[in-house]
């Protein structure tokens, strides 16, 4: 018999829970210091994953988790273009 491999599990920077990997939105950081959604979870970069709602992602913002875990400072421009990216998301 073949036994099933761990789950991949990850945290939420907004509301800090404990969830699936693939449940969740991989926010990137290259190694140009740009900062986008990564769909596929295998770009290059460090990244820190995102619960697929605003609340989370105004949350991250609020508290600061996306900076803390990208370990930089975020600009008010990505936050709303990172908005804008994850509303198209939940419209699909």
């Given at each position: 018999?073949?036994?099933?491999?761990?789950?991949?599990?990850?945290?939420?920077?907004?509301?800090?829970?404990?969830?699936?990997?693939?449940?969740?939105m991989r926010v990137l950081k290259t190694g140009?210091?740009?900062?986008?959604?990564?769909?596929?979870?295998?770009?290059?970069?460090?990244?820190?994953?995102?619960?697929?709602?605003?609340?989370?992602?105004?949350?991250?913002?609020?508290?600061?988790?996306?900076?803390?875990?990208?370990?930089?400072?975020?600009?008010?421009?990505?936050?709303?273009?990172?908005?804008?990216?994850?509303?198209?998301?939940?419209?699909?």
């Amino acid at each position: 018999m073949k036994t099933r491999g761990k789950v991949p599990m990850r945290q939420c920077t907004g509301c800090r829970e404990m969830k699936n990997k693939k449940e969740m939105m991989r926010v990137l950081k290259t190694g140009e210091g740009e900062i986008l959604l990564d769909t596929t979870g295998r770009k290059n970069g460090r990244g820190a994953y995102l619960c697929y709602s605003l609340e989370c992602l105004e949350k991250a913002r609020k508290n600061k988790g996306l900076e803390r875990s990208l370990k930089t400072e975020i600009p008010q421009e990505v936050y709303e273009r990172l908005e804008k990216e994850f509303e198209e998301i939940e419209q699909k």
